[in-house]
Each structure stands twice: as C-alpha cells, then as structure tokens.
C-alpha cells in the first residue's frame, strides 16, 4: 500500500526559510498529483500547494504564494515543499497527501502522511 512521511518541520525565525519533504513509497509520485496542507489549532485545514502527476502544473493558495514552491523528484520519489520568508502565521503541521484527479489543482486526495510540526515565531 501507498505511504507518506513527512519530514523537515521545526522551530524559526520569522523571515527564515524551511524544506518539508514527502517520500512515498509503494507506488511511485509520478501517477498522481499531490499537495500540501497544513492545520493550525481552532483552524480549518487549508490546502497550501499542489502539483500535477507530471510535476510541472501547480497551484499555491494566495497566502504563500510566491513564497513556497512544491516540488517533486521523481529519481527520489519525493515531494518537497520549500518555504521561505516564513511567519508566525505559516505556524501549523503540515502534511503531504496523494490525489487522484487535476483540474486546475489537485484533489479527491486518498492517502495522507502523519503531518511535520512548522513552528515560526517572532
């Protein structure tokens, strides 16, 4: 079966930069697109970025974009979400999922990881 884990959280500085990674396994990144999403507490999951199966498409949601840049490595077989000019708003655990269908962003996501803890402060 197809599994996620997530890596790369911690602890920042506002205006410093992070690089979350997803290595799927069982299957390889290049039959689906995928995304990002984090949740922070008393929050709503938001979907941050996502990216076709063939790894050029994307789509970021208004509150990163252009600050954080989805990327895949199909040799790796991993997704990397790299993040910079952080602030204490991108504050959350982030988690990468696998979805079956793009149309103008990815979705009907299937399997998730268990989440990175981002945490940016002042």
């Known amino acids: 079966r197809v599994q996620l884990v997530e890596s790369g959280g911690g602890s920042v500085q506002a205006g410093e930069s992070l690089r979350l990674s997803c290595v799927v396994s069982g299957d390889t990144i290049s039959n689906y697109c995928m995304g990002w999403f984090r949740q922070a507490p008393g929050k709503e999951r938001e979907e941050v970025a996502s990216?076709?199966?063939?790894?050029?498409?994307?789509f970021y949601a208004d509150s990163v974009k252009g600050r954080f840049t989805i990327s895949k490595d199909f040799g790796k077989n991993t997704l990397y979400l790299q993040m910079s000019a952080l602030n204490p708003d991108d504050s959350a655990v982030y988690s990468c999922?696998?979805?079956?269908?793009?149309?103008?962003?990815?979705?009907?996501?299937?399997?998730w990881g268990q989440g990175t803890q981002v945490t940016v402060s002042s």
């Open positions: 999922a696998i979805g079956e269908v793009w149309t103008g962003n990815c979705h009907t996501y299937t399997v």
């Open positions: 990216i076709r199966h063939n790894g050029v498409d994307t």
